[in-house]
């Protein structure tokens, strides 16, 4: 098992610019999310999606969009690319769902956006 | 508003050397409170869930438990390979989906 996979591992934009990062895992979970994580701030929640079809924003969800492809895919877009948006961007899946007994998030490599 | 503090932001130690990492949290109904490991340039790693107060788990050299308030990690005999960042993250009740994680410990151990 790959678990948690996430592309591309770096990237470098122009303010304006848009792209797309993806995420994928292989653990057949139900639930996905997608957090930054700046300097001195901890991981912080942009969106999360429960279950195949679903999407909801987390605690900083200005700026990006996100779709939930299908159970394994969840992407995160960022349609006009700024400075305050440099970060490490990290995916992570959790089995969460109404019946489950086990919330564990398994998280991804990273991708480390810098927006110049 | 839900929140997590974890203290103290740095700490090194001789190896050989214990303590403990505190994690306090608010947050509006816990479900459950995850400690996590972050090498640099990794994505954080599980350790440990706890889901109610007096709860303990132990791994190898580490041992984390919790009160209603906060969570410790204690360090036992600590190695220079125990170097990393601990991160905390609490989870709320009212939505499985919603964590919260502390901006961590940054653990160095010299040998």
């Known amino acids: 098992n790959a678990g948690v996979t996430q592309t591309p591992k770096f990237q470098v934009l122009k303010t304006g610019q848009s792209m797309t990062l993806q995420c994928a895992q292989d653990m057949n979970h139900n639930s996905m999310y997608w957090y930054r994580q700046d300097p001195g701030m901890g991981l912080r929640l942009i969106y999360y999606?429960?279950?195949?079809?679903?999407?909801d924003k987390g605690e900083v969800p200005n700026g990006y969009n996100v779709s939930r492809l299908n159970k394994r895919e969840f992407s995160l877009r960022l349609e006009s690319a700024a400075p305050s948006q440099t970060s490490v961007y990290f995916c992570?899946?959790?089995?969460?769902?109404?019946?489950?007994?086990?919330?564990?998030?398994?998280f991804g490599p990273g991708t480390r956006l810098t927006v110049l | 508003e839900d929140q997590v503090t974890q203290s103290p932001e740095a700490l090194r130690l001789q190896e050989g050397e214990s303590s403990s990492l505190n994690c306090s949290y608010t947050v509006s109904g816990l479900r459950g409170l995850f400690w996590y490991r972050q090498d640099p340039g990794k994505g954080p790693e599980f350790l440990f869930t706890l889901y109610s107060a007096g709860e303990e788990k132990e791994k190898e050299r580490l041992k984390a438990t919790l009160t209603k308030k906060e969570s410790f990690l204690h360090i036992t005999a600590p190695k220079p390979e125990d170097s990393a960042t601990y991160l905390c993250?609490?989870?709320?009740?009212?939505?499985?989906?919603?964590?919260?994680f502390g901006s961590g410990t940054k653990l160095n151990v010299k040998p």
């Open positions: 999606s429960a279950s195949e079809g679903t999407t």
């Open positions: 993250a609490v989870q709320a009740s009212y939505n499985f989906n919603k964590f919260y």
């Open positions: 992570a899946s959790s089995e969460t769902g109404v019946f489950t007994s086990t919330d564990t998030q398994y």
